[in-house]
T-cell receptor, first 117, second 111 residues
């Protein structure tokens, strides 16, 4: 199946710093990628939909200035957590579908576990 | 907005027994998918159901999509330790741009 790669897998940072997470589709082009957040023992919460060449669509309650998304190419989307605080510590996962919106399975990256001290 | 509910949240099963997890949507779905997430891992696609009343099998796993395309179930027979993990249902709403996930059923198996 299709492969989505996410980097870094683990990141520890100090409070107030910014962290960038990359999501790459390795063998297909993804005009749309999805960013999820998952707290321990909870479900995946959609944060935003990343659209290549245009602004991301954020879900209600997600601060767009806090979680900056850039989708500059058909194979790369980045999520930057700005001025991170301990409450931002979480598992962040990106996903994409080769078949686009509304159809087909999502392929997930390996996830990035962020710990903010 | 669309909500996908899933029960039970936890399922502790004796090895060899069967169990079922249920998924219910507040709106009609264009299709429903099931994913499995092992502890410490990321969700992995299991199957997609599209047609009303559809039933699909993968070895010991049986997936059903309701006639109204608003509910689904996953039934696992003869549970094994390899079945440990969290099973999520997820649905694309009709004309929707995002996949909504249920809360997941976390399965543990006692030998």
């Amino acid at each position: 199946g299709a492969v989505v790669s996410q980097h870094p897998s683990w990141v520890i940072c100090k409070s107030g710093t910014s962290v960038k997470i990359e999501c790459r589709s390795l063998d297909f082009q993804a005009t749309t990628m999805f960013w999820y957040r998952q707290f321990p023992k909870q479900s995946l919460m959609l944060m935003a939909t990343s659209n290549e060449g245009s602004k991301a669509t954020y879900e209600q309650g997600v601060e767009k200035d806090k979680f900056l998304i850039n989708h500059a190419s058909l194979t790369l989307s980045t999520l930057t957590v700005t001025s991170a605080h301990p409450e931002d510590s979480s598992f962040y996962i990106c996903s994409a579908s080769p078949l686009g919106l509304g159809n087909g399975e999502l392929f997930f990256g390996e996830g990035s576990r962020l710990t903010v001290l | 907005g669309q909500q996908v509910m899933q029960i039970p949240q936890y399922q502790h099963v004796q090895e060899g027994e069967d169990f079922t997890t249920y998924c219910n949507s507040s709106t009609t779905l264009s299709n429903i998918q099931w994913y499995k997430q092992r502890p410490g891992g990321h969700p992995v696609f299991l199957i997609q159901l599209v047609k009303s009343g559809e039933v699909k099998k993968q070895k010991r796993l049986t997936f059903q999509f309701g006639e109204a395309k608003k509910n689904s179930s996953l039934h696992i027979t003869a549970t094994q330790t390899t079945d440990v993990g969290t099973y999520f249902c997820a649905g694309w709403g009709v004309g929707d741009y995002k996949l909504s996930f249920g809360a997941g059923t976390t399965v543990t198996v006692r030998a």
